[in-house]
């Protein structure tokens, strides 16, 4: 099993990014995934998930309305858009599988700054 994140970077307070998280080696399709972060000293809290047919998704109380998070089977991708991004939305965000026999699975996290 891989997960590959991508699209952080730096963005300015009001600000846009779109995290993309690829994976590979397990049946992508029928597994619901989830989007966490971590700044340093805490531990990782839960942003979002999302169904294996995108029919159910939740969101963390801080994140609502703000983020969105999709997913495209045919890419084995899953996405997490961000919008009016605020300096306390500066992390690391990680996508992660549900257990998938016996273990789950973490990207390797991709930085997410948000400053002027």
């Known amino acids: 099993v891989q997960l590959v994140e991508s699209g952080g970077g730096l963005v300015q307070p009001g600000g846009s990014l779109r995290l993309s998280c690829a994976a590979s080696?397990?049946?992508?399709?029928?597994?619901?995934m989830s989007w966490y972060r971590q700044t340093p000293g805490k531990e990782r809290e839960l942003v979002a998930s999302?169904?294996?047919?995108?029919?159910?998704?939740y969101y963390a109380n801080f994140v609502k309305g703000r983020f969105t998070i999709s997913r495209d089977n045919a890419k084995n991708t899953v996405y997490l858009q961000m919008n009016s991004l605020n300096a306390e939305d500066t992390a690391v965000y990680f996508c992660?599988?549900?257990?998938?026999?016996?273990?789950?699975?973490w990207g390797q996290g991709t930085q997410v700054t948000v400053s002027s």
């Open positions: 992660k599988t549900p257990r998938l026999q016996g273990s789950e699975y």
């Open positions: 999302i169904s294996s047919s995108s029919s159910t998704t």
């Open positions: 080696g397990f049946t992508f399709s029928s597994y619901g």
